[in-house]
C-alpha cells in the first residue's frame, strides 16, 4: 500500500507528504463538504449527526457502526484501506474505531482537515538532474491542501527566499538544519490568494525584505503599503554565494509581478506561468487594463533558453508534480501542453487579450482583504488570518480548474 500517510500508535495519521494515495475516503462535517473526489479515490461524504441518528444508539460509536453496516453495507471496500476525515480530526478518530469494529482496514486524519491545511512539505530539486551544480541548491516548500509554493537557493551558505508562506517555520527549521543564513526574502508580488511570509520572516532573520513598487499599492484601495521593503527593479541582481537572482518586470497579473532568473537556467514565475495554465489578469479589478501586458510580459518568458526549468508560485492539481512530488518544468515543455502558452503563440495580441477575457474565473471576495494584509493595511488575528486563507487559490485561468474538476486532481 502506498501512502501520503504515516501512521502512530493511536491510529491516527500524521501527513508525512504533499499526496493522497487512498482509494476510499469517509469525509464527515456538520454540514458535508462540497469537495470532489481525487482521481484515485472514492468519496463518501456524510454529515456526522445524519450518522448518529441513523444509528438510533445510546453510545456514539454504537451509532456509527450501526449505520455503517446498515446505509453503506456493499459499499464500502474490504480490500482496501479507508481514512476518514472530518474538520478536526475527533469524530473522524470515533467513525474509525466503528470502521475497524466491522473489520476494515481504517485510520483517521489527525488533526483532520485543519491540520492538513497548515502542512507544508519541503523537497530539494537537486536528485533527479534538476540542480547540477555542486554549490547551488534550491528547495521547494509547497503547501498542498492551497496549492501554494514557495522556494529557497542556498549557496555557500547563504540563501534568498522567493514567495515565503504564512507560516515561518519551514524556512526557519530548514536554514538551521542546512546551516543558511537567510539574507533576502522576496515577494514575486503582492499577493492576493495567501497572506505573504515575508515581512515576517525578514523581521525575524533580519533579513531585507523586497517587493516591485507597483504592488506595494493596494490596487482597489489606492492606499500605499504600511510595512517596510526595497524596491525591486527590472535586471536587478540578488547575489547570494557562488550565484545569483536577476529581477524581470513582468507586468499583468499585477502591476508589479517579477520572475527571478537564476543563471540562465531557472525561472521562478511566482504567478506568471504555472504547469498547466497562467495567471488570471483581474485580481486587481483592471483586467481590461492589465490582460495586454500580460501578454507581453508571457512573450517575454518565452523567449528564454528553452531548457529553463520553471518553479511556478502555485499548482492546480497534484498530479502536476514529479514522480518525486516537486512542481517543475522546463519551457520548452510548456510551451507544448501549457493551456494558455498554446493560445498565446497561437493568437494576436488582440486574440489572446480576448482568451483573457473569457477565461475569468470568479472573483474571490476575500482576496481585496489578502491584498490589504499583505500591503500592512489589515493585520487580522490568527484565526482571522486561517479563515481568511480558507479553500485553494484560484489564481489561474477557468480552464486549469475544468480540467481539475474533470477528475485529475
Known sequence: MRSGLRQNCSNGWNIATGSLSWMCAIAMSSRGFGSKAAARCRLFNIPYFEMLE???KDDMVDSIVACLDSGLAGQLPSDLPILTVCAKGGTAALVGQGLRRLGYTSANLQGGMKAWGDYYATRALVAGGLVESPDLAIYQVSRPARGCL???VASAGRAIVIDPLRHLHPYLDLACRAGLTIEAVMDTHGHADHISGGPALAAKTGAAYYLHPHDAIHPIDMLPAAIPYEFIRDGQVFPFGRHALKALHIPGHTLGMVAFQL???YL???DSIFIRSIARPDLGGRAESWA??????LRRLLGLPVGTIVLPGHFISLDEADEMGRFAASLDDLKRRNDGLVALQQESEEGF???LMESL???IPEYVDIKRVNAGLLAPAEEDAATLELGKNVCALSQAYAVSVGGTQ
Open 54 to 56: 441513523l444509528g438510533d
Open 150 to 152: 514557495s522556494c529557497m
Open 263 to 265: 543563471d540562465e537556467g
Open 268 to 270: 521562478f514565475t511566482g
Open 292 to 297: 495586454p501586458l500580460h501578454g507581453r510580459s
Open 353 to 355: 487579450v480576448r482568451y
Open 361 to 363: 474565473p470568479r472573483f
